[in-house]
């Protein structure tokens, strides 16, 4: 019974919810160790303002050691983490962000047992200048001197070091479980068209591990969907679907049983395309009537051939079949009495399109940018798409979506790698070669990063990466 109750505790870890209100608890612990300091700095140790903004803290602090043996923060780049997750933050965060890395810094761990006094000592230490501390060696050491031993200090570029690791980490396993997947809608579109038995096991396999790791490293996944492989662009577009689908599922909350079966429905929506004369799938240039018409029987192919697959999830043949029917004069195909399509269907249909924009393909003659292609989604909300659907997937993608390229108001030019708490403040590496050299080289900053309280850097515009000559894949593979 305990195994059960620890089992269900994980899984509603995983939930959005369940993260945004940790997120919500994290900042809120954070603006109330902003008012410590800042109390600090003006009453003395035994003063009630003081002691009371202490005791929130610990309250606070106490609610989320729950379940958790210590409650970490890390500061990178000016951007704020509880555990692995960005903190949205503001101009009195950014503050404290600024004091705590002005004293090096770039990692406060809470652990059990901390009370008010050795806090508030924590405090004042905090508040003495930074030369002064770093006379001492940084605070990092003078804590430990002093006798704080429930909070934890850690170096600024400890802290980066270790975060740039990780994402390396990450991005290789994501990499590798991409190609896997790959790998596994190739051999099974292969195996239906020479009729033979489909491995449903090896694609049931594929999508849980997928799904498994998008629930740990979402931004991983995301950033290879931005990658355009035009070699296999049948295959690389189910996965980056799939991808997407479950991304959206996650902030939508679903469990991984429905997690699994919808990455299954987006990895197979397409297969009905087997189908289809292989002239027209690769045509480069625009479709004729007569093609199109071929091309529109795609999804009653798919659902066909699934429907014949046993050990694959019936949801799949269900939005194979429905994922172009959309609420417009356009969708196909074409039915007397129009239904509503299924949910998972809709996330489906929305995860396909924006990677069917973004790679230029059959409905659009050109290449768009990532942003380009958000925009075109918010303008088709309430009629193709289910509007509540296209702002979560935006909130989920940002407003600038990795791979998006942005002048900066410092005159220099940002490649989005990674999303940040705020939409409109990703995380970006400074292009300057523009040979892909920055990969390893350059700079990254995040555009929350403040000094004295202003942005160091904020997007004044986007570029057109194919216009400008800037091959992305070499800074995203």
Request: glycine residues 8%; aromatic residues 8%.
């Amino acid at each position: 019974m305990a195994e059960e109750r620890s089992d269900s505790r994980g899984e509603a870890g995983h939930s959005f919810f369940a993260k945004q209100r940790q997120i919500g608890s994290a900042r809120a612990a954070f603006q109330q160790l902003a008012a410590v300091l800042k109390n600090a700095t003006i009453y003395p140790e035994a003063h009630p303002s003081l002691r009371g903004s202490a005791n929130k803290f610990l309250a606070t602090l106490a609610d989320l050691l729950v379940d958790r043996e210590d409650v970490p923060f890390y500061i990178v780049a000016g951007e704020l983490f509880f555990e692995t997750q960005s903190v949205p933050i503001d101009r009195s965060l950014s503050l404290l962000i600024e004091q705590f890395v002005s004293r090096d810094v770039g990692g406060v761990v809470f652990k059990p047992g901390l009370t008010q006094t050795e806090l508030i000592r924590f405090a004042y230490l905090m508040g003495r200048e930074a030369a002064s501390l770093a006379a001492r060696g940084g605070a990092v050491d003078v804590a430990g001197a002093e006798g704080i031993v429930h909070i934890d200090l850690h170096r600024v570029a400890l802290i980066d070091k270790k975060v740039v690791g990780a994402v390396k980490t990450g991005k290789k396993k994501a990499a590798e479980i991409f190609k896997d997947a790959v790998n596994a809608v190739k051999d099974m579109i292969h195996a239906v068209h020479l009729d033979k038995a489909v491995n449903a096991r090896r694609m049931n396999t594929v999508v849980q591990t997928m799904v498994d790791n998008i629930l740990e490293n979402r931004d991983a996944f995301m950033g290879l969907t931005s990658i355009r492989m035009y070699d296999e662009y049948t295959f690389a577009h189910s996965v980056n679907t799939s991808i997407m689908a479950v991304a959206l599922g996650t902030f939508l909350s679903f469990d991984k049983p429905q997690l699994a079966a919808l990455g299954m429905a987006a990895m197979l929506h397409d297969i009905g395309k087997v189908a289809l004369p292989l002239d027209i799938i690769n045509k480069p240039d625009k479709l004729t009537d007569e093609e199109w018409e071929v091309v529109k029987r795609h999804p009653i192919e798919g659902a066909l051939i699934l429907a014949d697959i046993t050990g694959i999830t019936k949801l799949a043949m269900v939005a194979a079949f429905e994922h172009h029917q959309h609420g417009d004069t356009r969708g196909y195909p074409r039915i007397d009495d129009m239904l509503q399509q299924h949910p998972f269907t809709q996330i489906v249909a929305l995860c396909d399109a924006y990677d069917a924009i973004t790679a230029a393909r059959v409905y659009y003659s050109v290449q768009i940018p990532p942003d380009q292609a958000v925009r075109i989604l918010l303008k088709k909300r309430g009629t193709t798409f289910d509007p509540t659907l296209v702002k979560i997937f935006v909130n989920m993608i940002g407003v600038f979506p990795v791979g998006t390229v942005l002048k900066l108001d410092t005159g220099e030019i940002g490649l989005v790698t990674h999303q940040s708490g705020d939409l409109m403040r990703p995380r970006v590496l400074l292009l300057t070669a523009f040979d892909g050299s920055e990969k390893e080289h350059g700079r990254e900053i995040s555009l929350v990063e403040t000094e004295g309280g202003h942005y160091k850097h904020s997007a004044t515009g986007t570029i057109d990466p194919y216009a400008a000559g800037i091959d992305i894949k070499q800074y995203l593979d």
